[in-house]
């Protein structure tokens, strides 16, 4: 007669002997950080912001994109995001990128397209020097 294995066992925990239980650490009060009133109305602005300004069309699919930026500006931009990467903001480097993107095609679009979003095109975008004169 076969031995039963626990309902959430895998072939690994036969291979591996069953992962330890975490132990829980027992609750301390004064070292328990609870969020501010601030914090809670930055989080909750930054969700209503978000929630405004996520387009409809968006399917929750993430792409992948490349840029070159200028050394100092990638090191003034790693420095934000580290030193607001801990509570209460949680930045991280993709929210940073998404949300300057999103308020500069806004920028745009205003400034450009009256308001209104760009025509949808499946071209690919052009890489390299820029053509035509630069600052001089």
Do not use: Y
């Not at 003034?76 to 509570?87: C, F």
């Not at 998404?98 to 500069?104: D, G, S, Y």
């Not at 949808?120 to 052009?126: A, M, P």
């Amino acid at each position: 007669m076969m031995a039963q294995r626990p309902a959430r066992a895998d072939v690994l925990d036969d291979i591996l002997g069953a992962a330890p239980t975490p132990r829980r650490r027992p609750a301390n009060n004064q070292n328990d950080i609870q969020p501010t009133k601030s914090a809670e109305l930055t989080q909750s602005r930054e969700h209503k912001e978000t929630a405004e300004t996520t387009n409809p069309k968006d399917s929750g699919r993430r792409a992948r994109m490349n840029v070159e930026i200028p050394e100092a500006l990638a090191a003034e931009v790693r420095d934000a995001v580290i030193a607001l990467s801990g509570p209460p903001v949680r930045l991280t480097l993709a929210r940073f990128a998404e949300e300057a993107f999103r308020q500069e095609v806004a920028r745009l679009r205003a400034e450009h397209h009256g308001g209104k979003p760009f025509p949808t095109t499946d071209r690919i975008v052009r890489v390299g020097r820029p053509i035509g004169p630069g600052p001089r």
